[in-house]
């Protein structure tokens, strides 16, 4: 008898085809940064499209602790910054999710100054956050970190921080959507170069020029942003989650099946597509916000993580699981975090043959994986973990969904609508 305390875990039967359709929630990523971007608005935001997901309620937590009167109706959120007058955010709430770091541009470019912690690494990285304090320094800030905390403040009698021209050493999607925000209501035109691309740093640019932010370049790697004085409220749709969106599309090809991923946006799909069809499953373009898999044979190919357009990150995981079946040999680097190749271990208890050196993994294709109990480190690995399972004989327990809980809404009923075999057993003690 095993003395862990019963932990909730999915269990899953392998080896069934999907068929159906599935409606891909808000993005995650885009609706953590657009929270703390409602920050720099004194009046109401009405957020649509918001994922229900541990994640967000997190961040809705680090927003109502400094102040912001919070409403929640189905998935319309409606933020109300009025009253923002704290501007230390709590350390609890911060360790546990590192995108309420976020939060840092808008209170200093709103209030003058800002006290964060540090958010402190995390299973795939160390996480620093050099890039973003580097940037609001640039535009004047006066930023001390002691006790594990980032404490910043505006120098000069206006308060206000100043446009800047900006150079990232790295195209950091975090840091990017520090500096757009802060200098969203800084003074002057600030120019952010070798910036992030990724589909979320547009949707935080156009969420922020629907309030009346003055933001161009937005997707390319040069932003400009032309500070204003104030904004005012704005009722505003969230995208797609283009990674929930490529996890069911893996699901469908793992598993050989034919199915419906509706309510995406495509552009932002196309590093993913374009691999899956390099592997062998056809991804159909349905009408404007549906695609459909079909299945065929499925063979190796070599994945290189890269920032935007590049293959994402946040889909290497689930890609390494597809070409554990895939014949031949695989070659997996991950280039942007320096620790996530942490789901290799599991796939190996499930039978897959990989080999680990340094940042990447050759991945030799089996005929089959075999069920097991399983172990998910990470969010995304969870993903792998679970897709897994679905192609493996037999019975898998994926425990952890600590992890999964945090970035995939209602994971399991969806696959169950695509008649997967799936359960969630909410004390499971191994
Ligand atoms: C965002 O993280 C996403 N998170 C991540 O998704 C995603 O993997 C990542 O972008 C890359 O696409 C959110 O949007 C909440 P980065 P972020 O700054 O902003 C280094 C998921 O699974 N770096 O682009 O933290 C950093 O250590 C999550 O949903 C510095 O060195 O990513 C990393 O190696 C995981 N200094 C690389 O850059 C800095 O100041 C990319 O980080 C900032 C970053």
């Not at 909730?8 to 359709?21: D, Q, T």
């Not at 997901?53 to 319309?76: E, Y």
């Not at 360790?95 to 795939?124: E, K």
């Not at 349905?286 to 994402?312: C, Q």
Request: proline residues 5%; aromatic residues 4%; neutral net charge.
């Amino acid at each position: 008898m095993s003395n862990s305390t019963p932990q909730p875990a999915l269990e899953i039967i392998g080896r069934h085809s999907l068929n159906g359709e599935v409606k891909i929630s808000g993005a995650k990523n885009s609706a953590l940064a657009i929270m703390a971007g409602t920050l720099l608005c004194g009046d109401d935001c009405r957020l649509s499209n918001m994922p229900c997901l541990a994640d967000i309620n997190t961040m809705g937590q680090v927003l109502a602790s400094l102040g912001v009167k919070i409403k929640k109706t189905g998935s319309t959120w409606e933020f109300n910054p009025r009253d923002l007058k704290a501007v230390k955010a709590p350390y609890d709430l911060v360790s546990q999710l590192r995108a309420s770091f976020f939060v840092i541009g808008p209170i200093l470019t709103r209030l003058g100054v800002a006290q964060v912690p540090l958010p402190g690494g995390c299973a795939i990285g160390s996480r620093p956050v050099e890039l973003h304090v580097r940037g609001l320094q640039a535009m004047g800030a006066n930023v001390i970190i002691e006790h594990g905390v980032v404490n910043a403040s505006v120098k000069g009698s206006s308060g206000r921080l100043k446009g800047a021209n900006i150079f990232l050493d790295y195209p950091s999607v975090g840091a990017t959507e520090t500096i757009i925000m802060a200098a969203t209501l800084a003074e002057g035109e600030t120019v952010i170069k070798n910036a992030a691309k990724e589909p979320e740093i547009v949707d935080l640019a156009n969420f922020c020029n629907s309030m009346g932010a003055k933001i161009t370049g937005a997707g390319t790697d040069t932003i400009i942003i032309q500070g204003v004085s104030r904004l005012h409220s704005t009722d505003y749709e969230i995208i797609p989650d283009r990674i929930e969106a490529g996890t069911f599309l893996v699901a469908g090809a793992i598993t050989h099946s034919e199915i419906l991923v509706t309510s995406i946006n495509y552009d932002h799909l196309i590093p993913a597509i374009a691999k899956l069809e390099e592997i062998g499953c056809r991804v159909l373009r349905e009408d404007e916000t549906t695609l459909r898999t079909i299945p065929g044979a499925l063979k190796a190919s070599d994945v290189e993580t890269l920032p935007h357009p590049g293959f994402p990150t946040d889909m290497q995981a689930q890609f390494m699981a597809l070409l554990t079946i895939s014949e031949g040999n695989s070659l997996v680097t991950e280039t942007v975090f320096e620790n996530r190749l942490r789901h290799v271990a599991e796939l190996k208890r499930l039978g897959a043959n990989i080999k680990v050196k340094g940042n990447s993994a050759l991945v030799c294709g089996v005929p089959m994986l075999s069920g097991a109990p399983v172990m998910a480190t990470d969010l995304r690995a969870s993903a792998a973990l679970v897709i897994a399972g679905l192609a493996a004989d037999g019975k898998t327990i994926v425990q952890g969904l600590q992890h999964l809980d945090r970035g995939y809404e209602n994971l399991e009923q969806k696959l169950q609508g695509l008649g997967a075999k799936i359960q969630r057993l909410p004390h499971y003690q191994p």
